[in-house]
């Protein structure tokens, strides 16, 4: 079993920038494809940023030049730099990894971007 931890989300004004932060319960090392996802009200699940082999990303469109996913493997931690917040980046924020091809979630981090 994999435990990740997110934390990070908070409320913040358009424009500005959070970091949210997600821990891992062991080494990242043993964990595929760890990313970020996002769930809005009324909306599915959607991709927001994710390692893909070695240290290529992948980045959904709408996020692309704002956010940034970066890793600390000595931290077992993995990060989400989002800059240029807009109102439309509110959602809970998931992390997610692949090990033993079992899929693990995190609990989830609430982002709220209002002024």
């Known amino acids: 079993q994999v435990q990740l931890v997110e934390s990070g989300g908070g409320l913040v004004q358009p424009g500005g920038s959070l970091r949210l932060s997600c821990a891992a319960s062991?080494?990242?090392?043993?964990?595929?494809?760890m990313g970020w996802y996002r769930q809005a009200p009324g909306k599915q699940r959607e991709l927001v940023a994710v390692?893909?082999?070695?240290?290529?990303?992948n980045y959904a469109d709408s996020v692309k030049g704002r956010f940034t996913i970066s890793r600390d493997n000595a931290k077992n931690t993995v990060y989400l730099q989002m800059n240029s917040l807009k109102r439309e980046d509110t959602a809970v924020y998931y992390c997610?990894?692949?090990?033993?091809?079992?899929?693990?979630w995190g609990q989830g981090t609430q982002v709220t971007v209002s002024s």
């Open positions: 390692f893909t082999s070695g240290d290529s990303t």
């Open positions: 062991t080494s990242i090392y043993r964990i595929n494809n």
């Open positions: 997610n990894g692949y090990w033993a091809f079992s899929s693990f």
